[in-house]
């Protein structure tokens, strides 16, 4: 199966792409993480990047699109995946339509003071990835050991302007893919346990 997880910054993709990963044995490809992996390696591409995730912009399609192809060619991509950040503009989604058949994508709903808190209070951890959340989880370190941090991105100003360019740029994807049959509207209230749950009903046959 080769899905695609949609939805404003603070939707909660990560974390059912997680969960869904899991329960369908998919792979969970999230251009967000592979942009910090890029940073901390301080390869030539994640130094690229950084100028444009610490303002919340996007990154430009030409970088992210050779990135993408590149890791959809590895054979761990053969068994289905769960794209998350990605397609994040029109040029993107047209790009992506070109080499790959997608089963469907989902489009996680959320409204916006919800997306406020929950990236405000996000925490991640650098070794496992993991995300925690102030208002469950109190502790400063993660069951692995790493030491959490609040995402230079998730800092209000930074959020806001995410948000502004989720509107232009990534919104008009829900047209695109609706269009094309493709989409499938989940409601993403609640905990992410509820959230997948209604994910695997969408899903079945
Ligand atoms: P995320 O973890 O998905 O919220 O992504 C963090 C940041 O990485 C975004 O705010 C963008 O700057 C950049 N990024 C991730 N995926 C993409 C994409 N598909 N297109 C452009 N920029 C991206």
Redesign the pocket.
Known sequence: MRLVLLGP?GAG??TQAALMCRRLRLLHI???????QELQAETELGLK?HA??E???????N??LDM?RAKLKEPECENGYIL??????LV?ADALAQFVELDAVIYLEVPFEIIIKRLSGRRRCPKCGVIYHTSHYEKSTCSCGGVLYQ?E?DKLE?VKN?LA?YEA?TRPLIAYYSQKGLLRTVDGEGTPEDVDARIAALLEP
Do not use: N
């Open positions: 910054p993709k990560g999230s251009t967000g993480d592979m942009l910090r990047a444009y995730i303002k919340g912009e996007l990154v430009p399609d970088i992210i993408v998350d950040g990605f397609p994040r503009t993107q995402r991105d930074t995410r360019v740029e």
